[in-house]
Every structure is written in structure tokens, then in C-alpha cells.
DNA sequence: CTTGACCTTACCATCATGGGAAGCCTTATC
DNA sequence: GATAAGGCTTCCCATGATGGTAAGGTCAAG
């Protein structure tokens, strides 16, 4: 099997099945005379999982600790468990943080009337922050979400 | 004041700071004799401008766009709210997509045991796909959140 | 033998951020 | 006035996972 169907039919692109050899994720594929890779079913089982891992929102870094621990024959389900509960615990950090932001956004949009002057609270409030915005009473932004870093919550 | 007072007062970095003059996010500061940057309240302000939209979840882009706006005087409240409802658009994606994950991950987990044994669910589901899976029925995950490319999900 | 589809490597770009080095400037202390 | 500490400058590199492109080799069908 040339990379194309390995990619095809593991539903990695043929760029990351490279990408993941070269940094040792994957072991090399053999090659043809003419320096072909060439797969078997076996590595488009371990591509398939892989895939399945980033699905998940595994890093590559993550991923490399459950191929470990799938190709250990003598592993214990706790740990597998653990990296999973990791991951969830990451996830519902994320996903707080992202909230917190659209709930502020949506105070702030409701109050924000979205005709043809000038005046808008969303403005203001970055202007002038949210201590100071003309805020109603309701937005309950924490003081923790905004010092954060909110990092890497952009979209790519 | 000097790019590091500037920055403490704004929440911007030093690098940031140099880093959204070099992409014209910002106006160049002045500088003193010797070559330091030098800055004024109002460039401060400007700094805590992008800071709070960063915390929003703002990209640079978009901060470009609030920032034309907000100097805008004869801007429209509209257009402001368009950019907002947008962002608050594209979290509500991201966060349903983590969600997804999330319910998952969960689903997996708590079918796990987490004991000494090898025997493990979630890797069981890695392996074979949520087709196979040994899956009591609750686990809806979606065709379409798993095609999807899960863009930009992992932590920095 | 040509054509088109596929493969190879190598390099560049993303996006926002941090780290570090080498060298200059300022301020405070002795 | 010399010296040390710390702040500033620019420049380069790294991140993480992915895509793009370009230049060139290979294979299979017509």
C-alpha cells in the first residue's frame, strides 16, 4: 500500500503520516526500490488510532503515552483511565474559559442596540474595562478569566 | 514612560507590545534619543484596549477591525455588534465541538474500570473505531464532529 | 514514449507568544 | 568618576499541528 490509500483509508493525510514518522510518533514505513513508503494493514490500524486519539483532542504528545500503553501488553486500565480523565479535565478547563468569554460577549451584545450610531457598549467596555462599563448588574465576569492568559483560544 | 512601565499598567507584554508596532496593529511609538520607546497614557490605553479584547477571545484580525471602529467616529453600533455576535458565533462552535469530546472521553471513562487489569474501553474504542466499540447505547458522538478537522483544539 | 497521477524531499507559512543572546543606555551606589 | 545592576534595543529561534508549494523521480496506462 502506498501512502495515498494508507491515507485514504485511515483518514490521515499522507502530510501528517510523514509528519508522524519524522517525529517519531510512527515507526518508518518500509520502502519500494524507488523509495516508496509502503504500509500494511497493521500501520493503518495504529494511523486509524491515532486519528481517532486527535479526534478526541489528544495532543500528539498524549498520544504517544496511549501507544505506549496499547502496545504494553501488561498495562493497567488505571492508566489509560488517567490520561483520559487528563484530558477531560483540560477539555472543561477550556471549555469554562471559552464560556466565561461568550457570556461576557453577550451581555455585552444584548446591550449594544446595533443601529446606525456610534454609541455601543461593547466599545466601552474594552475601553474603559468592565469595571467601568455601563453594565446592568448582570455580567459576573471573574476577575480570574480576564487575567489569565487565555491561551491558544483563537481559532486557527 | 518606557515600554516596561507601559506594559505593567497595560497587561501587554514588552515582546507584545513590539510585536503589534511591527504588524502596524499599533502606531509606531516615539522614541527618546538613546532609542527607547516611549509612551503616553493614550497609547496605554490603547494597549488595555487590546489586551480585554484578547481576553475575549479576539484575534488580532478582529482587533484590527474594533480598533478602526472604535476610531471611528462616525461608525455604526451595528457593525460593532456584527463583530461581536461573530465571535460569539465561532466559541459556540469551539466549545461544541470540545463538548463533543468531552462526552465522549466521559463515556469511555466511566465504562472503565481503571483497575489493574489491561482491559480497557477506551483503548478498545481507539482500536476499533465507536462503530465497534463496546458501547451501551448513550454514546451519540456525531459522524460530523469527528470528520471535522478539530481545528486548533489542543493547548498550547 | 508520452501523459498524468503519484511519490519523494525540502522549505515556507500559519498564530500569538516566549526565550535568549549580544550589545547599548540609564541609574544608583561606592 | 567608575562600576554594577537592570532596562532597553534588535535579531533569531521555538512552539504545535497542519497545509502549501516547488523541483524532481516513478509508475502505469494508452
Redesign the pocket.
Known sequence: M????A?KSSGV????I??YESIGLIPA?G???????VYTMTDVQLLRFIRRA?DLGF???KIEELLALWQDRSRQSADVKQIALEQIAGLEVRIREMQAMMDTLRHLADACCGDHRPDCPILADLVNGPDQGSNGGQDERTPASRSE??AGL?A?
Open positions: 502506498n501512502i495515498g490509500e491515507s493525510s499522507a502530510k501528517m510523514r509528519y514505513a520502502r519500494t526500490v524507488a523509495g516508496y513508503r486527535r495532543s500528539v504528545e492568559k487565555a483563537q486557527h
